[in-house]
């Protein structure tokens, strides 16, 4: 792969985008940030012990201050993260977090995650995170996004089969699907299906990106990627709270 991904760094940091779900909830994706710490916690202690159990394959009681800075101290190059907010104030402001994260030896395949609060769950939430994923790992060259889930996230694991994610194998007690980032889904699937809703995401989501980023300043230089910034897919250890191994999805199949 060449070592220059050439999508612009333009409002990297700064692109809001605005959209709306099918009961009418207004919701806003943007790039992680720093700040958003403030979110993390509170994110967490709104997702049930199930939910908790499905993203970091612990019933994880809260996130130590090295956790949070790794999930929100990221470059957008190797690791990326938007986090999904509420447009309107309320208590539950942070909804959602997707990321990928390169695989240093192969920078052509990315490990993904996303997980949204339970009150926010069943909405198409998930889909237009993912949705984003998709579209953000086709920019920098990530041709393949890589899934671990345990066996017991059954609609997960079902909805990315829906997507056409293949199976890729069983591995100490997980299962890695591959979503390959080429192979959008198409258009013209049979309405009501999985993959029809998805690639109406992809259309809808990918367009009020390209507005956001009508509104921001000229491009700036093409965004390098640097195999010396290694990923790690799992949380920094942690003594007050259990390992942390890996990361998947959350039950929320985004219907």
């Known amino acids: ?15 809001s985008v605005p959209l709306q779900l099918a009961d009418g909830t207004g919701v806003i994706l943007r790039p992680v940030a720093r700040s958003d710490r403030e979110y993390f916690r509170p994110g967490l202690r709104s997702m049930s012990p199930a939910s908790r159990h499905h993203r970091f394959f612990s019933y994880l009681p809260g996130l130590s201050d090295a956790q949070l800075r790794y999930l929100t101290e990221v470059d957008q190059i190797n690791h990326v993260a938007w986090v999904a907010l509420a447009a309107e104030p309320t208590p539950a402001a942070g909804l959602g977090v997707a990321r990928f994260v390169r695989m240093p030896e192969q920078p052509a395949i990315a490990e993904f995650s996303f997980a949204v609060i339970d009150a926010m769950q069943r909405k198409g939430l998930g889909r237009f995170l993912l949705a984003m994923l998709h579209l953000l790992a086709a920019e920098r060259g990530v041709r393949i996004l890589r899934a671990t889930c345990l066996p017991e996230n059954e609609s997960v ?55 956001a980023r009508q509104s921001l300043p000229s491009p700036g230089t093409p965004l390098p990627y640097t195999s010396t910034n290694k990923p790690n897919r799992s949380l920094p250890a942690d003594p007050s709270s259990p390992d942390q191994q890996g990361s998947t999805p959350t039950h929320e199949e985004t219907r």
């Open 157 to 211: 694991v079902r909805w990315l089969c829906r997507l056409g994610a293949q199976y890729r194998g069983y591995c100490e007690g997980t299962i890695e699907l591959d979503l390959r980032v080429e192979r959008s889904p198409d258009p013209a699937a049979p309405r009501g299906t999985a993959a029809k809703r998805f690639a109406c995401a992809l259309d809808y989501v990918g367009r009020a990106l390209a507005g």
């Open 1 to 15: 792969m060449n070592n220059t991904i050439t999508h612009s760094i333009r409002g990297i940091q700064d692109v």
